[in-house]
């Protein structure tokens, strides 16, 4: 038995959460992945999935395989990719964790343009607007604009975001514009689920911070952006979401005499895998050409 080759699948698995795609990002079909995951099953005397018809899950031997298991496939791949390229021919897969919306608008050319100039790199790329441990996910890297902070995670800064709040020339004929931030408290506010309902508001004296009763709460910025265009309410939305819908009009930056607390996209990084040569160099290509 390739017993690399066998724990390289199991790992797979793992990641894919199934044998079809697991199989698609090996090269082979779901029946040779199965074949290999028996015969790792037989040779260690233990069942490392319980199988039902929708989904796999992992046993306590597989968890234990796996957390001894994943760092050591990386570590072999990389040492392999050390002795046999040289960084100028980068070979090998990344996942990456980004956030949904700025992906769409902005990051996604980035990573086609990372892509392209280098065509031996493949990614799985996994939109989520949530703040996540790439570690503990099998990723290489997470792309966050939530502040968190996590064992054995590296942050790198990638640039700053600033919150606008707006609304619609409409809404404020209807309702009137707020004066201070506390005015806010007797409007309809649109609120992005991930960041909370706390509005927070630079001052002299301080962070001003107002709990705003939402009208609207989702977990996309588009979606906010287009009912406030709409005349839902105040959206407090990225200026990288807001900004267009500002220039053309259709959206009127509310309280423009107070600072939003402003925010920063960060790449978080397991430690170990920031030596890895295709890691490092993607969080320079990211440095280099951060979109917003």
């Not at 040289?86 to 070979?91: F, T």
């Not at 280098?118 to 607007?129: A, E, F, K, S, Y």
């Not at 942050?155 to 931030?181: D, I, M, T, W």
């Not at 170990?272 to 969080?283: D, I, N």
Request: hydrophobic share 45%; net charge neutral; aromatic share 6%.
């Amino acid at each position: 038995m390739d017993v690399m080759t066998h724990i390289r699948t199991f790992v797979e698995v793992v990641r894919s959460d199934n044998f079809s795609a697991a199989a698609r990002q090996l090269g082979v079909v779901p029946s040779v992945v199965a074949k290999r995951i028996r015969q790792l099953e037989e040779e260690l005397g233990s069942r490392l999935f319980d199988r039902t018809t929708r989904k796999i899950i992992l046993t306590d031997a597989g968890q234990r395989l796996y957390t001894r298991a994943s760092p050591m496939v990386q570590d072999f791949d990389e040492l392999l990719h050390v002795v046999s390229r040289d960084e100028k021919s980068l070979h090998g897969h990344l996942r990456v964790m980004a956030p949904l919306t700025l992906t769409c608008l902005h990051l996604g050319q980035v990573f086609n343009r990372f892509l392209l100039a280098h065509p031996h790199i493949t990614l799985d790329l996994r939109l989520v607007d949530r703040s996540a441990n790439p570690a503990e996910l099998g990723c290489d890297l997470a792309i966050s604009g939530r502040s968190a902070s996590y064992e054995g995670v590296a942050e790198l800064a990638l640039g700053p975001v600033q919150p606008r709040l707006c609304a619609a020339p409409a809404y404020l004929a209807q309702y009137g514009s707020p004066l201070v931030p506390h005015d806010l408290l007797e409007h309809s506010c649109l609120v992005f689920s991930a960041a909370g309902n706390s509005w927070n508001f630079d001052t002299a004296q301080g962070v001003n911070c107002i709990e705003v009763r939402p009208r609207l709460q989702a977990d996309d910025n588009l979606t906010l952006r287009e009912a406030a265009r709409s005349g839902m309410g105040i959206a407090l939305l990225p200026d990288y979401v807001a900004s267009d819908a500002l220039r053309a009009g259709h959206l009127i930056q509310v309280l423009p005499d107070y600072t939003v607390q402003e925010n920063w996209f960060k790449a978080y990084v397991p430690r170990r895998h920031a030596g890895v040569a295709r890691v490092r160099v993607l969080l320079e290509y990211l440095q280099r050409h951060w979109p917003i």
